[in-house]
């Protein structure tokens, strides 16, 4: 089933398989024991091709730990979403891939969890999840996000556009273009009530670019995906659609876990590749 899945949807996968090799670490940050299945036999192998590409044997580590990355942003918005949810009853995660919070975390009696991503990628998690009952009322809705016409369709499926929500762009926004980031932000904006937020991850216009990331950056853009859009910025780019942003960097005090061992440089110092976890309210 994975052969009808596009470029960015199969990265979904190498994210899975991340999530099953952190699962069985001693120090794990989180356990999600469906990451094994929803990786199936492709994860693994994409995961190998980044490794690879991004840190070749024999040469000095130049970029953080890619598992130690995912396994920080994973728990990151693990915990994000688990205490928003104690008061925004509404759930959706945009751009959703093989995630399986629905079904590993446990939620507020209330909450609707709503998840939207092409039909081949929902499909798939259909058949590999079909055993097991997710833990929040849960609806998938089948769209392309930069496609019109998903907004009906979330309604439709129970969103309250005027009941507080809480949205997740997680491994979304760096596969865009700029102009479809603005025009999704501008579409979540509309379907948003004051006191709402939006979580994701973004990278800064040097990750586009540096020569450190190269290698990985050639394999995703030899898989059909490439890195388009990263901003310096993310507090601007989400001021300009009225949503104030609190951002953090993995290895920051609140996005550490004991996980990151590399520097943080301070934000004004330039040249250096930069993630950025982003929590940004709606005013």
Same mark, same amino acid.
């Given at each position: 089933?994975t052969e #009808?899945?596009?470029?960015?949807?199969?990265?979904?996968?190498?994210?899975a398989?991340?999530?099953? %090799?952190?699962?069985?670490?001693?120090?794990?940050?989180?356990v999600?024991?469906? $990451?094994?299945d929803? =990786?199936g036999d492709?994860?693994?192998?994409?995961?190998?091709?980044?490794?690879? $590409? #991004?840190f070749?044997? @024999?040469r000095?580590?130049a970029?953080p730990n890619t598992l130690d990355?995912n396994a920080? *942003?994973?728990? /990151? /918005?693990?915990?994000?979403?688990?205490r928003?949810?104690?008061?925004?009853?509404?759930i959706? &995660?945009?751009?959703?891939g093989?995630d399986?919070?629905?079904y590993?975390l446990?939620?507020?009696?209330?909450?609707?969890? /709503?998840?939207?991503?092409?039909? &081949?990628v929902l499909?798939?998690k259909r058949?590999r999840? $079909?055993?097991v009952? +997710?833990?929040a009322?849960h *609806?998938m809705i089948a !769209?392309d996000?930069?496609?019109?016409?998903?907004e009906?369709?979330?309604?439709?499926?129970g969103?309250?556009?005027?009941?507080?929500?809480?949205?997740?762009l997680?491994?979304? %926004?760096p596969?865009? @273009?700029?102009?479809?980031? @603005?025009?999704l %932000?501008q579409r979540?904006r509309t379907l948003t !009530?004051?006191g709402s937020?939006? !979580?994701?991850d973004?990278v800064n216009?040097?990750?586009?670019?540096?020569?450190?990331a190269?290698?990985?950056?050639?394999?995703f853009? *030899?898989?059909?995906c490439?890195?388009?859009?990263?901003?310096?910025e993310p507090? &601007?780019? /989400?001021d300009? @659609?009225?949503f #104030?942003?609190?951002?953090?960097? +993995?290895?920051?005090p609140s !996005?550490?876990?004991?996980?990151?061992r590399d520097?943080v440089?301070?934000?004004?110092?330039?040249?250096?590749?930069?993630i950025?976890?982003? =929590?940004a309210?709606?005013?």
């Amino acid at each position: 089933m994975t052969e #009808t899945m596009d470029a960015v949807g199969r990265t979904a996968l190498l994210t899975a398989a991340m999530r099953t %090799l952190e699962s069985r670490r001693p120090d794990r940050l989180y356990v999600d024991p469906y $990451a094994q299945d929803l =990786c199936g036999d492709d994860g693994p192998k994409l995961l190998d091709e980044v490794w690879g $590409a #991004t840190f070749p044997p @024999h040469r000095r580590r130049a970029m953080p730990n890619t598992l130690d990355v995912n396994a920080i *942003r994973t728990r /990151f /918005f693990d915990d994000l979403l688990q205490r928003a949810s104690q008061d925004r009853a509404q759930i959706v &995660s945009a751009g959703a891939g093989v995630d399986s919070r629905p079904y590993r975390l446990e939620w507020p009696p209330n909450v609707r969890y /709503f998840e939207i991503d092409r039909p &081949s990628v929902l499909d798939y998690k259909r058949d590999r999840l $079909a055993r097991v009952r +997710p833990r929040a009322a849960h *609806r998938m809705i089948a !769209a392309d996000l930069t496609a019109p016409g998903w907004e009906r369709r979330l309604e439709a499926a129970g969103y309250d556009a005027k009941a507080p929500s809480v949205w997740l762009l997680e491994g979304v %926004l760096p596969y865009l @273009h700029e102009n479809d980031v @603005h025009r999704l %932000l501008q579409r979540i904006r509309t379907l948003t !009530a004051v006191g709402s937020l939006v !979580a994701g991850d973004l990278v800064n216009a040097e990750a586009l670019t540096s020569a450190h990331a190269r290698g990985q950056l050639d394999v995703f853009a *030899r898989w059909g995906c490439p890195w388009r859009f990263g901003t310096d910025e993310p507090e &601007s780019l /989400f001021d300009r @659609h009225r949503f #104030t942003a609190e951002v953090v960097q +993995p290895g920051d005090p609140s !996005a550490n876990y004991g996980r990151w061992r590399d520097p943080v440089p301070p934000r004004g110092v330039a040249g250096v590749r930069r993630i950025f976890l982003v =929590c940004a309210e709606r005013r």
